[in-house]
């Protein structure tokens, strides 16, 4: 299976500053079809997780642009240029590279 | 829009059996893989397994295979996933939700599961 790890796994920033939280994979995530199936998601309290970044770097729908994803191979990272508010809860990054599926351990993010 | 509704959950005795639903609306479900994750009380997120949109092929974690089963209704608007020989580690919230091609998309609320004697 395919481990996802990330660091750090607490993260206290402050509002308007910037954060990152970093994403590896035990294995590349290049999938045979050239595709890189790398993506994030953010949980708050007591709410289902939603999907905020796909295939690396492609914003879903309603993502504000203040979130951006990199990476390659084995190496992802996850910014937030200006942290607001309501960015408090859990990250998790998630590899659908290969069966079975995983996510990362997750990264709480809290205001300072 | 876009709404998944879990429904099912409850509170079962180890090696019992229960079945979760997912009613969905404001898309064709025909056209989509599905999936259920799972989130024990206070941990990460798990991956349970999914369901292909067009082969019905399904895929399962090494936790579940073997004693848990996804289906669906497309003429229902359901997915479903038959839990069986529960056990303590299966407590959780179950999350169903759409696939599409990298991305886990759209969530239900999720339904409680509790397995306890």
């Known amino acids: 299976d395919i481990v996802m790890t990330q660091t750090p796994l607490s993260s206290p920033v402050t509002l308007g500053q910037p954060a990152s939280i970093s994403c590896r994979s035990s294995?590349?995530?290049?999938?045979?079809?050239?595709?890189?199936?790398l993506s994030w998601l953010h949980q708050r309290p007591g709410q289902p997780p939603r999907l905020l970044i796909y295939k690396i770097s492609d914003r879903f729908s309603g993502v504000p642009d203040r979130f951006s994803g990199s990476g390659a191979g084995t190496d992802f990272t996850l910014k937030i240029s200006r942290v607001e508010a309501e960015d408090v809860g859990v990250y998790y990054c998630?590899?659908?590279?290969?069966?079975?599926?995983?996510f990362g351990p997750g990264t709480k993010v809290e205001i300072k | 829009e876009v709404q998944l509704v879990e429904s099912g959950g409850g509170l079962v005795q180890p090696g019992g059996s229960l079945r979760l639903s997912c009613t969905v609306s404001?898309?064709?479900?025909?056209?989509?893989?599905m999936n259920w994750v799972r989130q024990a009380p206070g941990k990460g997120l798990e991956w349970v397994g999914n369901i292909e949109h067009d082969t019905n092929e399904k895929q399962y974690a090494d936790s579940v295979r073997g004693r848990f089963t996804i289906s669906r209704d497309n003429a229902k608007n359901s997915v479903f996933l038959q839990m069986d020989s529960l056990r303590a580690e299966d407590t959780a919230v179950y999350y169903c939700?759409?696939?599409?091609?990298?991305?886990?998309?759209?969530w239900g609320q999720g339904t409680l599961v509790t397995v306890s004697s």
């Open positions: 404001g898309f064709n479900l025909r056209s989509h893989w």
């Open positions: 998630m590899q659908m590279t290969e069966f079975p599926w995983t």
């Open positions: 294995q590349s995530l290049v999938h045979s079809n050239g595709n890189t199936y």
């Open positions: 939700a759409t696939v599409v091609p990298g991305a886990v998309d759209s």
